[in-house]
């Protein structure tokens, strides 16, 4: 891989979930893989993968992991920053919540979050970098939790099988 070539030996994938949703805060996860990660077979973008896959594959993510956090910004404050800084913002959080700091960033789109690390941005990032991949499976199940929660907190909404989403 070309990052750990230029010398990056720790490469954090950065990636968010619940810009599209009308419920819910944006969470955002930031993960560090081991230089040749195993049991990541089935890795792939969040969205194309089933709710058993992913909880099974953070599992597995979260035992190899170097490192990995998440970042969330809750619905008021995205209300008042608007869903795009909302996102920045949590994956400023998740990879300030590192323990490890990384050498390097990959991050899923086209908008830098500016976190003070390097940073590269690369569109579809969750399906050409493993780490991308690895912190979208992260932060997918760890959302998914939380609207499982609110649904019993907040019955009638339907939380725990729209997850937010229209």
């Known amino acids: 891989d070309r990052f750990r070539a230029e010398g990056a030996i720790r490469l954090a994938g950065v990636d968010e979930v619940g810009r599209g949703c009308l419920a819910g805060p944006v969470v955002a996860a930031a993960v560090i893989l081991p230089p040749d990660p195993q049991g990541l077979e089935e890795l792939d973008d969040s969205k194309v993968l089933d709710a058993d896959v992913r909880a099974r594959l953070r599992e597995r993510i979260v035992a190899i992991a170097v490192d990995w956090s998440v970042g969330l910004v809750d619905a008021q404050v995205i209300d008042r920053i608007n869903i795009l800084e ?21 991050v899923d789109g086209n908008r830098a979050p500016k976190s ?15 780490s991308i991949a690895a912190a979208s499976v992260v932060a997918k199940v760890h959302r998914d939790t939380m609207m499982v929660a609110f649904d019993a907190q907040f019955p009638g909404f339907g939380f725990a099988s729209n997850k937010g989403y229209a």
Not at 119 to 129: F, H, N, Q, Y
């Open 86 to 106: 909302a996102s920045m913002q949590a994956m400023r959080l998740a990879l300030a919540s590192l323990q490890t700091p990384p050498d390097h960033v990959l």
């Open 116 to 130: 003070g690390l390097r940073e590269t941005m690369l569109i579809g990032g969750d399906a050409r970098s493993l």
